[in-house]
């Protein structure tokens, strides 16, 4: 996938949900997966064009893992002239050697939330950009049928009364097959995830159940994500479809 193609997809996304206005001050969540290095292209390139002027930051919560360095990450950030900051955390020390959770997901995943919301606040930052996929999205309401018994899947804008902040999820367009291709074409500084569970959660599971099912019914992918976007999903913002 081109940068173009990217823009093109993130455009899409963010005008039919009306995720950006005049004046956002944005902060892009900065796992160092591909997914989130993806993103920060996407909103770099629609920030020199997109007709609502808004200011981006990125920020990593480094999770306290060894041998994990975000050097690289640093260096396209200044690159980009966004500005970047790293919040330092013991969350992996205390999910594997104080707690030693077998099922360590959903606690992370919500301490990790935690220190990226409160350090956003102080950064000024309204709104805070995911980089969750069209992949993610479809597997995620997999996961809700399977093991909640509903039809769901997160929102492509949410606002957290709590903190005053809103969700966004600019590339949930775009497909994981083209991130991969988009970084391998621009050899994005992917840091290595050192979770020892990575690959092995329900997540997986979901991922590799939604290829099966595609290569058993063509086309099936993509009918359940058009399902989730005419599912009248409770949370979900009006979507704004402007024909030309």
Known sequence: MKLQELLSHTRKAVDEY????????IAVGISGGKDSLTLLY?????KRFYPKKFELSAITVDLGYKDTDFTEVSK?????????RIVKSDIAKILFEDRKEKNPCSLCAKM???ALNQAIKEMGCNKI??????????ETMLLSLLYEGRFYSFSPMTYLDRMDLTVIRPIMFVEESDVIGFKNKYDLPVVKSRCPVDGYTKREYAKNLVKELNKENPGAKQRMFTAILNGDIK????RV???R
Do not use: F, S, V
């Not at 009306?18 to 001050?25: R, S, T």
């Not at 949370?235 to 009006?238: I, L, M, V």
């Open 112 to 114: 990790r939330k935690g």
């Open 42 to 46: 996407a909103l770099h390139g629609l």
């Open 129 to 138: 950009a995911y980089a969750h996929h069209k992949d993610d999205i479809i």
């Open 76 to 84: 396209l950030c200044e690159e980009m002239n966004i500005p970047y």
């Open 18 to 25: 009306q995720m950006i206005q005049e004046g956002d001050h």
């Open 241 to 243: 479809i402007r024909t």
């Open 235 to 238: 949370g979900w913002p009006q």
